[in-house]
């Protein structure tokens, strides 16, 4: 066993000293800042040597190389990843709009897995799962501990299979067992109605291959059977991200030809880059021809109000600053995420690749988003009484290991919010004091907003503003206090 050891270390020692000679050579090549540290390359090779020899049962090398790959990458940023094969497979399933699975868009909070975004028309959905939902069991294994790769394996399987999730609802401090059935999930990104007379509603659930082909199909649909449109809600709520080339589609759908939608800037020159609202700038490869070379003029002018909230993130963010920027739309809801990175995937094999943070964007007006947000003109709650759950929503700005905004120190923002969100939180336990048992009860039994509904007042308020009617700002203390400055009671009419 010594032998065995022994040979491991030499040949691991042999391993570093080449991949070291091999990338001095290719980092001077390529303008690298430096050499890599032979000292930390020795240790990751005693390390590996030391598992070997003393881990309590025998750890295949392969999956020691692999984890630690992952582990290198994950530190970065909550955003960057190593893919292997079955994450590879799924990540491109998911931008083409159609996989299996329960239907919900996560990430890590405090060691659970959150709930981002449960994805419309799926079983996750039809469940009442919501955003801000914590994950603490998958059947009846622990979440804590799980990486998210493991816990989105443990979701996904054959149509039809049955999981059991256990969910921690922070706004009602519960836990409680949903039993889902595993679905091939077809997600309708966008869809398109009619919601008062004259106003259309138009809801992006994400940003996905064909985004940008059905929004132009859809609205040129809506011209035609809606002659007298007077006005428009983008309603990106609850959307995720996805894409580049989808925000910048539908951000060129509503803004003069080749303005900025966004820019990027990062480490390399291909990093370093300008969108514009343009076909080459916003058309995939697999796609032919200009999806919006049809689209009705009247889409460029009719006045645009914006929907968003704190579960509005990335793609979401792009759309809403350029359209903000460009003074095209006004944006209503509340502060979105603050995704401000851009992410891109680079094929390591044919069927592995890392996705890797490239670069920050930037919005038209050279604003970087990130950890920030886009921040509403027209602060306005989700329900008619308030939205007390706002001080349990985490952003970009939570994570502990998130990029920090260039532009603007976070020490007196974190320092800041901290204290608000202290403030809010014994507000809020005062008042639940007061409260009667049976207030609590019908508390918790309250169903969340369908968006688009009859029900949705967010979408009510943004409805009246494009009337000309009073619009209800957000009782929210913490919104009024993230959108100070801003004169949202006189914004400019679309």
């Keep these: 066993m010594r032998v065995s050891v022994k040979n491991i270390l030499l040949v691991m020692t042999g391993l570093v000293a080449g991949v070291l000679a091999t990338l001095q050579i290719s980092a001077t090549a390529q303008n690298s800042p430096g050499p890599l540290p032979l000292e930390e390359l020795r240790l990751l090779s005693s390390v590996f040597g030391q598992i070997k020899r003393d881990y309590v049962e025998p750890v295949d090398d392969k999956r020691l190389l692999v984890e630690a790959v992952k582990g290198m990458v994950s530190s970065l940023d909550p955003h960057s990843a190593y893919l292997d094969r079955k994450d590879f497979a799924e990540m491109q399933e998911h931008t083409r709009g159609r996989f299996a699975g329960l239907g919900i868009e996560i990430t890590s909070e405090d060691g659970l897995v959150k709930i981002i975004n449960p994805i419309e028309d799926t079983p996750a959905a039809r469940a009442g799962l919501q955003a801000g939902d914590l994950i603490t069991r998958l059947d009846e294994k622990p979440v804590r501990g799980m990486t998210i790769d493991q816990a989105v394996r443990r979701m996904r399987g054959e149509p039809g299979t049955k999981i059991t999730l256990t969910i921690y609802r922070k706004s009602e401090e519960r836990n409680f067992p949903v039993t889902l059935t595993r679905a091939e999930i077809r997600t309708q990104s966008v869809k398109v109605k009619v919601v008062d007379p004259g106003v259309a509603w138009i809801r992006i659930t994400s ?226 004091a007061k409260k009667t048992p049976e207030e609590r009860d019908k508390e918790k039994r309250k169903k969340p907003i369908e968006f688009g509904s009859a029900e949705d007042f967010m979408l009510q308020q943004a409805v009246n503003k494009l009337e000309g009617k009073p619009v209800k700002l957000s009782q929210s203390k913490l919104e009024a206090a993230d959108t100070k400055g801003k004169d949202a009671g006189k914004a400019k009419k679309p």
């Design 207 to 432: 940003f996905q291959e064909t985004t940008v082909p059905d929004l132009a199909r859809k609205l040129t649909e809506l011209v035609q059977k809606e002659s007298n449109l007077k006005g428009l809600v983008l309603d990106l709520r609850n959307n995720g991200g996805g894409l580049l080339q989808g925000a910048v589609g539908v951000s060129a759908a509503f803004l003069p030809p080749d303005v900025t939608v966004v820019s990027t800037n990062g480490q390399t020159e291909d990093a370093k880059r300008i969108f514009r609202a343009t076909p080459s700038n916003y058309r995939l490869a697999s796609s032919e021809g200009d999806s919006l070379s049809g689209l009705p003029a009247v889409f460029k002018k009719l006045p645009l109000l914006v929907l968003v909230n704190a579960y509005s993130a990335s793609a979401s963010e792009i759309v809403a600053g350029a359209l903000q920027d460009h003074k095209r739309a006004l944006i209503m809801g509340k502060t979105t995420f603050g995704k401000g990175s851009v992410q891109t995937v680079r094929p390591l094999s044919a069927d592995t690749a890392i996705k890797l943070t490239t670069a920050y964007y930037y919005t038209p007006n050279g604003r970087s988003i990130q950890a920030l947000g886009i921040q509403p003109e027209l602060p306005v709650d989700q329900n008619p009484d308030g939205d007390p759950d706002d001080v349990l929503v985490t952003r970009e700005i939570d994570n502990e290991n998130h990029l920090r905004n260039k532009q603007k120190p976070e020490g007196a923002e974190m320092t800041d919010r901290e204290r608000r969100r202290m403030e809010e939180l014994r507000r809020l336990e005062e008042e639940n």
